[in-house]
């Protein structure tokens, strides 16, 4: 599945939720997040953009990767894809994308009994 192109966001369920569990109360909710991902084979650069904010992580499918969180702290973690579904293990929440009708569809689950599901589809731009 080619992730390679430019998504803006079309729609999001618990953002604000997902925001709080992880220590992010502070972070702007209001914008129309853009997410560009630049695909080579199974290596990424996926970056999300707000105004005065961006985001960038760098990646290969298949191997463990140096990553960092929104707050910009590094950790490393195993990058996996299959069934056209990255998945990648973040301190505090489990993180896939997967391409579904066209459009870029991300989950971010926090465990325990509180966990709180976000989730976000982008429509390509």
């Known amino acids: ?20 569990e992880i220590g992010l109360l502070n972070a702007k909710t209001d914008h129309k997040v853009v997410t560009e991902v630049v695909q080579d084979g199974n290596h990424f650069t996926w970056t999300q953009t707000i105004p ?3 985001w960038s992580n760098e990646f290969t499918a298949g191997q463990e990767c140096e990553l960092a969180t929104m707050k910009g702290v590094k950790f490393t973690a195993p990058v996996t894809m299959e069934g056209g579904k990255i998945s990648i293990p973040f301190p505090q929440y489990h993180f896939t994308a997967e391409l579904t009708e066209g459009k870029l569809v991300m989950n971010c689950i926090t465990p325990g009994e509180k966990g709180v599901t976000f989730k976000r589809i982008s429509k390509r731009i």
């Open 1 to 20: 599945m080619a992730f390679a192109g430019k998504y803006e966001l079309e729609s999001q369920d618990q953002y604000e939720e997902f925001l709080e």
């Open 52 to 54: 005065n904010w961006t």
